[in-house]
């Protein structure tokens, strides 16, 4: 790892933290939700949030100056990102910086990177991702949805599900089918779909802590300008890989997994005293606290790989899979230590703003979310350490 970013990493977290402060009320505690999850009343502020970073170029540091970005490497924007994870900002955006940008970048023609990575940088657009299908979750190189190039267009027929913000996005990111469904991967597709264009019909899915950031998506006759495929015809596959090795850093994850445990800690050296705490529980927080370092430094392997250009397929299943089930671990030891107050999400009870029994609930889908443990596992195991599949 190159530790001489560390000096570019704290000058960045000192200016998010400016802008955070600028922005975000002083009793601020998040809404206790994830990242991508803004409840409606925080909409604005979201919002504001964004402007002000875009401001300042940070709210896509990694892009090039001539996108509205500031040509910062990973570390910069690993940095932005846990800090924003640490101080539960809410956030908008996560999907248009974080995975199509990268994805852009490499990948798409000058066109579509004047278009849209400027706007993203400089007027925060929000983006949806449309990868998993009612058949195809774990396994998309088997999805059904279909685009069929007719005069100068495709048309896209079929349907989306756990379309994270469809009904907030302006814009799609789109995996389907442009060869036989025998091709698999080989013959799949990326497309940037406007939201709204006609034929397209969104459906919400209402999680079970009462969040509204899924969506079922319905595409019939949908058609999309050829110059909306991303790259090569039947090369969506190789560009989707690229954009799930970014979606598997939890560089956010790893901020908020900091948050609460040092919440936690300050909350019982408020009641026994420094030191004080029962032998279990203190040595419940010596775990997470070593998991959390753990996987803050599998998260920053992951970060210099991307700096240094090399492929990172198994570092980053590593990294997910980690920082994933170790989070839902520590929700788990949070809610045994607190007992009943753990659990009250609201009110006079609830403590720590009531995230515990909400990232409870959240941490579940964390270990699914981007590819489930089952398929980080298996990823490590044949790419990584070249198992055979059975």
Known sequence: MDFRSRQEMEAVRAEVRAVLSSVLPADWGGSGLLPMDVLPEHMGLARQLDMALAERGLLAPSFPPEYGGRGMGPYAHYALLEELGYHLAPRLTTIAVDLVGPVLLLYGSEEQRRQHLTRIAREGTIWSQGFSEPQAGS????????????????????????TSMAHQAEWIILLARTGPPESRGRGLSLFLVPAKAPGITISPIVDMTGAHMLNQVFFEDVEVPAENLVGEENRGWVYATTLLQHERGDAILVGQFRRLLDDLRSLLQSRYGRGKAPAAVRHALAQAEVELEVGRLLNLRVVDMAARGLPMDMEASVCKLFVSESFQRFTHVACAILGLWGLAREGKGSVLGGRVPYYLMASVPTTIIAGTSEVQRMIIATRGLGLPRS
């Open 139 to 162: 396994d998309l190189t088997s999805l059904q949805t279909t685009a069929r190039r007719r005069d100068g267009c495709y048309v896209i027929n079929g349907q989306k599900i756990w």
